[in-house]
């Protein structure tokens, strides 16, 4: 099992999600508008398969056009605020004789949080031929703005 489902287990066995209700209560319909299990995932799918199809391009600004611009990125060793320092990061890997490999997502998970927010879970694996050069979880919380879902928090560490 995963820490994170053992987690989320453990929460669900205490009563506390959240969104969720207290055991043996009857859960309450979503608000209207409210962004359904099936919705989320499509649009985590959506801004995934966007960003990778970007970063096999070597399209950089349409790789971060998926990050809110006050967006955070946590990775193993840092804190990166903001949509420019964040492309600054990532600039290397997509000047001229970057090293980028190719890019895609497995075994995605979605939570909605809130009717404009969700959170995904995946591993992200950067391939080189056949060979897989690099693998790791990644938490996306992601924002629903004027009709479009953006990056807000990326923990990829």
Known sequence: MRAWRSGRAAAVASGVMLGGCAPGRPSRPAPEGAT???TARR???AV???GAAAWDRGDLAGFMSDYAFDATFVTRDSVIHGR???QARYAPRFAPGGVRDSLYFRDLEVDVLAPDVLNAIAYYVLQRGDSVVA???TSLVM???GGRWFIKHDHSG
């Open 36 to 38: 359904s299990g099936a």
């Open 43 to 45: 649009a985590a799918e």
């Open 48 to 50: 995934l398969a966007h």
């Open 84 to 86: 420019p320092a964040i």
């Open 135 to 137: 693998r790791g979880p």
């Open 143 to 145: 924002r629903l703005v």
